[in-house]
């Protein structure tokens, strides 16, 4: 009987997805995320701070700042477990390296960025749900290196189990580009000023609508950004506590990349 319940609620979910400075931090986000931080109240909700970022950490379109990063990626969703991965994204010029320490495939790793509804890569296949009850059980089998270079376009996957091959940097970009902040505050209410690895931030919340598979809906979001870098980004679907997507930075060292370390291998 309860093999039976857990199939049947397997197959419903598979239904319903398939329409639906150095600084150092430990231990995994926590929910709600501004616990930890040590918050102002007295910030106006209508004003920018202030910011006078050094030579390193200025980037254009196709400049990277110069920065480590350490990222802890947590997600949940009916049906499957939860389930934590760590990358390193080295930064430098135009240049940028990833290294997923899960050794997941390019299309996991990629979809997890830019899936429109910004809750990580749905499963929305019975056979993607079992392969993601099955990756979370078992151990890497290495890690997952992703080389890029803006200025010429050239780009470079390494798996852990199979040969190295090519892909045009700026499809790629989206990894490099997920610790920066860009525009991410825009439709976001500025709630506080925090300090997040010891670094003074700004912390924005809001509900915000996406579309997916034809349909509105709405995410709860909490941003933690220190410009350019956006420190934490926190998803979570209104409807469901049990999915959600948290991206954070857990280590930042700005100004240590050199060119060896976002050189790809021969």
Partial sequence: MTVARGAIALMSFAVVASGCRSSTATGPAKSPPDQGADVSPDVSPDVSPDVSPDASLVATRDELPNVRIRLRLRSGAPALPERMVEQTIWLRGSRFRIRDEAGRELYEILG???????????????????????????????????????????????????????????????????????????????????????????????????????????????????????????????????????????????????????????
Avoid: C
Avoid at 159 to 187: F, M, S, T, Y
Avoid at 223 to 249: G, N
């Fill in 112 to 266: 997890d960025v830019t899936a429109p509804r910004g809750l990580g890569l749905p499963a929305r296949t019975m056979e993607e749900i079992m392969d993601r009850r099955s990756a979370a059980r078992r151990p890497p089998a290495g890690v997952t290196e992703v080389f890029g270079d803006l200025a010429t376009d050239a780009g470079r996957v390494v798996p852990p189990r199979a040969p190295a091959w090519d892909k045009p940097a700026h499809e790629l970009a989206p990894l490099a580009r997920q610790v920066l902040a860009g525009d991410r505050a825009a439709g976001l209410t500025r709630t506080a000023a925090v300090t997040q690895l010891s670094r003074p931030a700004t912390e924005y919340r809001g509900v915000v609508e996406v579309e997916e598979d034809g349909a509105r809906r709405s995410n709860a979001v909490v941003r933690v950004i220190d410009p350019p870098f956006l420190l934490l980004d926190d998803v979570r679907d209104t409807t469901s506590a049990d999915h959600f997507y948290v991206r954070e930075v857990v280590a930042l060292d700005v100004g240590v990349v050199t060119d060896a370390d976002v050189s790809p291998p021969p």
